[in-house]
C-alpha cells in the first residue's frame, strides 16, 4: 500500500508537466491563428434626399491592425487591398493601403456611395506575393459583416396654411372674432385754410371849400368918391361878384379911366352939364 501511494505522488508531477506543454502549445497555435489579421468593418447611412423608396445611403467603412505591439514588424504591412460588395454582388476594388508606423494603432478607412443599394459588406486581405513586416504570410481574406442601410426618416410634409375666408354675409359684421379683416381705413389729409387778404381802406378825399369873395365897393360918377357897398344879408337870387386874381386890375384900372376923364374934362363943360342936371 505504501509503494501505491508513492507512485501516485509520482505521477501528480508528470501530469502537471504535460498539461503545462499542452498550454504552450495551444496558446502558440492560437497566437499563429488568431494574429496577423485585420479587422474590417463598415456603417451604412441613410441620405434621405429622395422620395420612399429611392434614398441613397453612404458607406462609412474603417480597418484595423490586429496588434498594437510592432515587435519584429509584426504589425506593419505595406500592401493591404481593400473591397467592397453592395446586396450581395460581387465585390469591387475600394484601393491599396498600408500599415505603418503612423496608423497601426489608429488604422484607416474612408467614404464612399452606396447609391440605392439596402446592403453592404468590406472584404480586406494582403496583396498577393506580400507579406506582415516579421514575414508572415497573409491568412485572409477578412470580413466585416452584412450591414444593412439604415432606415431612412419619413420625411414631414409641410402643412400648406389654409386661407381664412372673408365672409361675404352683409348681416355678418366683420371683426377678428370671426376672421374678418378690416381694411386701414386711409386718413383724410386736413385742408390747410388760406388766409383772406384784408383789405386797404382807400382814403375818402376832404372836399375844399372854396371862400366867398368880399365885395370891394364903388365909385359913385357925381363926385368921383369910392362909395363901399355892405355886403347883401342874403345870397339867394343875387349873383355872385367876380372872383378871381384879375378883378382888382380891372377895378384900379376902371378908377384910373374915371379919374383921367375928370382930369382933363374943360371946366366949362363941367359947369355946364352941372347946370343942367339941376
Not at 500500500?1 to 508528470?14: E, G, I, Q, T, V
Not at 456611395?113 to 514575414?135: N, R
Not at 491568412?139 to 410634409?157: E, H, K, L
Request: overall charge positive; charged content about 10%.
Amino acid at each position: 500500500m505504501f509503494r501505491h501511494r508513492r507512485s501516485a505522488l509520482s505521477a501528480r508531477p508528470r501530469a502537471a508537466i504535460a498539461i503545462s506543454a499542452a498550454l504552450v502549445l495551444v496558446m502558440a497555435f492560437a497566437g499563429t491563428v488568431l494574429g496577423h489579421h485585420t479587422l474590417p468593418s463598415a456603417s451604412f447611412a441613410c441620405d434621405p434626399v429622395a422620395p420612399t423608396g429611392a434614398q441613397t445611403g453612404t458607406v462609412t467603412w474603417h480597418v484595423d491592425d490586429w496588434t498594437t505591439d510592432p515587435t519584429g514588424g509584426q504589425a506593419y504591412a505595406t500592401d493591404v487591398y481593400v473591397w467592397d460588395s453592395l446586396n450581395g454582388s460581387g465585390y469591387i476594388f475600394i484601393g491599396d493601403f498600408a500599415f505603418t508606423s503612423g496608423n497601426y494603432l489608429t488604422g484607416f478607412g474612408g467614404t464612399f456611395s452606396g447609391g440605392t443599394a439596402t446592403t453592404v459588406q468590406i472584404k480586406v486581405d494582403l496583396k498577393p506575393g506580400t507579406t506582415w513586416g516579421d514575414g508572415v504570410a497573409s491568412t485572409g481574406p477578412w470580413f466585416s459583416g452584412t450591414i444593412s442601410r439604415a432606415t431612412c426618416p419619413t420625411p414631414t410634409p409641410t402643412p400648406t396654411p389654409t386661407p381664412t375666408p372673408t365672409p361675404t354675409n352683409p348681416t355678418i359684421p366683420c371683426t377678428p372674432a370671426n376672421g374678418c379683416t378690416l381694411p386701414t381705413p386711409t386718413p383724410t389729409p386736413t385742408p390747410t385754410p388760406t388766409p383772406t387778404p384784408t383789405p386797404t381802406p382807400t382814403p375818402t378825399p376832404t372836399p375844399t371849400v372854396t371862400p366867398t369873395p368880399t365885395p370891394t365897393g364903388g365909385v359913385e360918377a357925381a363926385t368921383a368918391t369910392p362909395k363901399v357897398t355892405p355886403p347883401a344879408t342874403s345870397t339867394i337870387g343875387s349873383p355872385q361878384a367876380p372872383t378871381g386874381s384879375s378883378f382888382p386890375i380891372a377895378l384900379a384900372g376902371l378908377v384910373v379911366l374915371t379919374l383921367g376923364v375928370l382930369l382933363l374934362t374943360p371946366s366949362s363943360w363941367i359947369a355946364r352939364a352941372t347946370r343942367r342936371c339941376r
